[in-house]
């Protein structure tokens, strides 16, 4: 069935440090892929998304590709802030157009 | 403006009350959606609803109904709420692009 692995539950980083989240997903075709963000009290908003094999998405600093060949998607960031503290999900769409996967996601914490 | 408004934000209830929890979103799309997130536990999909009286359940609909009248409002209704129904509910809502835009969440206690 579809479903979508984050392998870290949590990531520590100082700032400035190099972040870098993996995501493994299987679903049927070729879905869209994105990455949500979600902030402590507020609900998941979009960072990023890729709608095409191969290629790669960038948002805020934030990087993604999307490599059909071993179906990952991963995040990754060159230097963090501590305003980058949050909860990171990797979100396939589920082959069936409206439902995206959700994950349990990677809690993301910045020290100053 | 984009945007995805629930409410209330915060609600208590007593076990075997009633509660109904509102969506409203101005971009008129069609498909919107019910979550509720638990720690540890991620998003997890309640119902769906394609558009107007077209809903239909999503991994986890026991205990849960809804309701779409109105293309821009989506309610979801807990028939005689139980204690394992705490939890905070996310509304979400899609256009053509299947990118979700969520609203800032109800947080529920049931007693």
């Known amino acids: 069935g579809n479903s979508v692995t984050q392998m870290q539950g949590q990531v520590t980083l100082s700032e400035e440090e190099f972040l870098f989240i993996n995501c493994t997903y299987s679903?049927?075709?070729?879905?869209?892929l994105f990455w949500y963000v979600q902030y402590p009290g507020e609900g998941p908003q979009l960072l990023l998304k890729v709608t095409t094999a191969n290629n790669k998405g960038s948002s805020r600093g934030f990087e993604a590709t999307y490599d059909k060949g071993t179906t990952s998607f991963h995040l990754q960031k060159a230097s963090v802030q501590e305003s980058d503290s949050a909860v990171y999900y990797c979100v396939p769409n589920g082959g069936s157009g409206n439902k995206l996967i959700f994950g349990t996601g990677t809690l993301l914490s910045v020290k100053p | 403006d984009m945007k995805v408004t629930q409410m209330p934000r915060y609600l208590i209830k007593r076990m075997g009350e009633n509660v109904l929890l509102e969506c409203g979103q101005d971009m008129s799309h069609e498909t919107m959606y019910w979550y509720r997130q638990d720690p540890g536990l991620g998003l997890q999909l309640i119902y769906i609803?394609?558009?107007?009286?077209?809903?239909s359940e999503g991994d986890i609909p026991k205990g849960y109904r809804v309701s779409r009248k109105k293309r821009e409002h989506f309610s979801l209704i807990l028939d005689s709420a139980k204690t394992n129904q705490t939890s905070v509910y996310f509304c979400?809502?899609?256009?053509?692009?299947?990118?979700?835009?969520f609203g800032p969440g109800t947080r529920l206690t049931v007693l």
């Open positions: 679903t049927t075709g070729y879905p869209t």
């Open positions: 609803s394609y558009d107007v009286d077209s809903n």
């Open positions: 979400a809502s899609t256009g053509q692009t299947y990118e979700q835009y």
